[in-house]
């Protein structure tokens, strides 16, 4: 199984950016794919972005598309979100998640490992 320790969230106001960082370990990085996935107080777990093991291919929600950006450095076994231009409603706790399990890559059934969260807060 993989571990996965996210980092770079925090308070910022709207407009402002964000980089989150997830580092990986426990099993050949770039061999799997990855997404963002956030939780707002009271609500599921939604997907935010997702990228292939090769990083040729990525997926984004409408509700962040042409804000948010994933990447990966598979030489730093590391993932990123970089996030433009945020608005309140982007408040939640962003979570990394590893390893597709084959259910597709915009659910949360669609990993298998996950990490413990960083919380971004955008304050209007």
């Known amino acids: 199984q993989v571990q996965l320790v996210e980092s770079g969230g925090g308070l910022v106001q709207a407009g402002g950016s964000l980089r989150l960082s997830c580092a990986a370990s426990?099993?050949?990085?770039?061999?799997?794919?990855m997404g963002w996935f956030r939780q707002a107080p009271g609500k599921e777990r939604d997907f935010v972005a997702a990228?292939?093991?090769?990083?040729?291919?990525?997926y984004y929600a409408d509700s962040v598309k042409g804000r948010f950006t994933i990447f990966r450095d598979n030489a730093k076994n590391t993932l990123y979100l970089q996030m433009n231009s945020l608005k309140p409603e982007d408040t939640a706790i962003y979570f990394c998640?590893?390893?597709?399990?084959?259910?597709?890559?915009?659910?949360?059934?669609?990993?298998?490992?996950w990490g413990q969260g960083t919380q971004v807060t955008v304050s209007s």
């Open positions: 998640a590893a390893e597709s399990t084959g259910s597709g890559y915009m659910t949360v059934q669609g990993f298998r490992s």
């Open positions: 426990g099993r050949t990085f770039m061999s799997y794919a």
């Open positions: 990228i292939k093991w090769s990083g040729g291919s990525t």
